[in-house]
């Protein structure tokens, strides 16, 4: 089957290693475009351009889709770029950008799309996230007929995935990654046997991932325990949480719930090899993975010996 792809991050990268894997051919790729990265903030290409490039597949990168949008100029390039690819089928996973009318009405299968949730809980940027945050017990992946609402499509094909106790977005993802690449080889193969049946999402449980902001790590020691902890899980590997302690930004990775204990929020209680136990508006954590500005994660035992903490001393929210 011949089949454009369109996706930008290491979620999507995984799933085009899958399909390549699996012996269809990939005329074009559609990635976002380069961008400033790292602490030299070069432009690096995303990993689904860098795969691309690797395997010898042409990559379009256009700012927009839409023909009488900002870019119109790149937009009609792209629309030729997919005119000239004959796709059978697009799929898309992670790309970034809306898909007009014009390109899902392009390939003779329409547009695929692999989104990392139980559809229709968490439409949207952050499913993974917003599922951790929220204490969800499983999740997955839907692979669905995209249409022209937000992940509003029929779904095709869906498989759970139940969410470890401890699991963070860095390991979750990876996960999900892994299944949702199985999944869509799995949806093109029914595909070519006329054998997907849609299937309408239900009205009931709709809900949104709306996108991380960095904003949302600054730890608010008034919150219930379990409800920071959550937050921690789900924004590693960003933005990760931040507290402010004597006058100093630190991330804060990795938590525990800890017994109830009787302190002003934010409060250190205890400092030892064990963690940082530190009270919260219902319960207390127990900070087990710390980061000082410019170092690196280290457990609490490290941290504390490199950067002692007195009991008594006071976690705020750092300001946004």
């Not at 690819?85 to 899902?104: E, F, K, N, S």
């Not at 250190?268 to 530190?278: I, S």
């Not at 035992?301 to 490199?306: D, H």
């Amino acid at each position: 089957m011949r089949v454009v792809f369109a996706g930008t991050p290491e979620f999507a990268k995984q799933a085009l290693a899958c399909l390549r894997a699996a012996g269809h051919e990939i005329p074009l790729v559609l990635s976002q475009p380069d961008r400033p990265a790292g602490r030299g903030m070069k432009l690096q290409a995303s990993p689904v351009k860098q795969f691309a490039v690797e395997h010898g597949i042409a990559v379009a990168q256009p700012r927009s889709l839409r023909l009488d949008g900002k870019y119109p100029e790149e937009a009609a390039a792209a629309r030729q770029a997919l005119l000239d690819a004959r796709p059978d089928v697009m799929v898309v996973a992670a790309y970034g950008l809306i898909l007009p009318q014009w390109v899902l009405d392009l390939p003779r299968l329409g547009c695929l799309n692999i989104h990392a949730s139980l559809l229709p809980r968490w439409r949207g940027a952050a499913p993974i996230h917003r599922a951790i945050e929220a204490g969800d017990a499983r999740t997955g992946i839907t692979i669905m007929q995209m249409d022209a609402g937000l992940d509003t499509g029929d779904m095709l094909l869906v498989e759970a995935l139940d969410i470890a106790p401890q699991e963070s977005t860095a390991t979750l993802h990876d996960r999900l990654a892994a299944q949702g690449g199985r999944l869509i080889v799995d949806a093109l193969q029914l595909a070519e046997q006329g054998a997907l049946r849609p299937v309408v999402q239900p009205a009931e449980g709709v809900c949104y991932a709306h996108k991380i902001e960095k904003a949302e790590g600054l730890i608010d020691w008034a919150e219930p325990a379990a409800q920071i902890e959550r937050r921690l899980r789900a924004f590693d590997p960003f933005p990760g949480g931040q507290a402010q302690l004597d006058g100093e930004i630190l991330k804060c990775w990795r938590a525990e719930l800890a017994e109830q204990a009787q302190g002003q929020p934010g409060e250190v209680l205890a400092a030892d090899e064990r963690g940082l136990l530190v009270a919260c508006g219902e319960q207390a954590l127990r900070l087990t993975e710390l980061q000082r500005a410019g170092g690196k994660r280290l457990p609490a035992q490290a941290f504390l010996q490199a950067r002692p903490v007195a009991v008594g001393s006071r976690f705020i929210t750092p300001a946004a």
